[in-house]
């Protein structure tokens, strides 16, 4: 008895091994363990995937408040380090009304204005300075004036650096003379000497001047005094 039942298990073993070989190798056993692997290798794409993302997110976190730093370090280096402080004027008169070389604005001491103060125009262009002030208003005179010194600085020029020297006001224009070598030409722009983000004018003429070896170089504004609706002052911060 005991001889069948082991002569039946290994009948029942092999019937049993030759029922999973063709498992195997049929279609739908194929497709059944192709569609395992690729759920697992899907799977594992899928965990990739939202790795790569996690760390982009993170990347991007930190570039974020890398960014926020930086902004308001920013902001403090401009609230202190500020030059100035700007005040808008509105011009009442000037500029060809009752002088050619003045303008008189509607803001005055009231909102900082102080005697001294730099006056430009947008583009960052020097109009003058302030020289009389009031509780609402003040008195700009232009740099052009008759017999106003105003230090101009020149593009980089010679090895010993940038070009600068003093112009002085002949009423509409600055004039000025200058060794023959000094580089220099029609069209340059002028830079305020105190100030090289401001500009002071252009370069209109450039001829052979009275002395010796020296040329004579005409400044205009490159905004006409009569033109100017509003003007900004550079009060101390």
Do not use: C
């Not at 498992?23 to 965990?47: K, Y």
Request: charged content about 20%; overall charge positive.
């Amino acid at each position: 008895m005991t001889m069948i039942f082991l002569r039946n298990k290994h009948v029942v073993g092999r019937f049993l091994l030759v029922l999973a070989i063709i498992f195997l190798v049929t279609r739908p056993a194929q497709s059944f363990i192709r569609n395992r692997v690729m759920d697992l290798s899907g799977f594992i794409f899928i965990e990739r995937i939202a790795a790569a993302q996690s760390q982009y997110a993170l990347a991007l976190l930190n570039r974020i408040k890398d960014l926020t730093r930086q902004n308001k370090e920013l902001r403090a280096a401009i609230g202190s380090g500020a030059k100035y402080r700007i005040v808008p004027a509105d011009v009442k008169f000037g500029g060809g009304y009752f002088f050619t070389d003045m303008l008189a604005l509607a803001e005055g001491e009231n909102s900082g204005i102080d005697v001294g103060d730099l006056a430009t125009a947008p583009g960052s262009i020097l109009i003058g300075r302030v020289v009389e002030t009031g509780d609402n208003w003040s008195v700009v005179k232009s740099i052009f004036s008759v017999g106003e010194k105003t230090v101009l600085k020149g593009r980089p020029a010679l090895p010993s650096g940038r070009l600068v020297f003093e112009a002085i006001g002949i009423g509409d224009a600055l004039v000025a003379e200058l060794p023959m070598a000094a580089d220099i030409n029609i069209g340059d722009i002028l830079r305020f000497g105190i100030d090289p983000d401001l500009i002071a004018g252009l370069v209109s003429n450039v001829s052979a001047a009275a002395s010796q070896n020296m040329k004579r170089v005409i400044i205009n504004s490159p905004l006409p005094l009569k033109t100017i609706g509003k003007v900004e002052i550079l009060t101390k911060p």
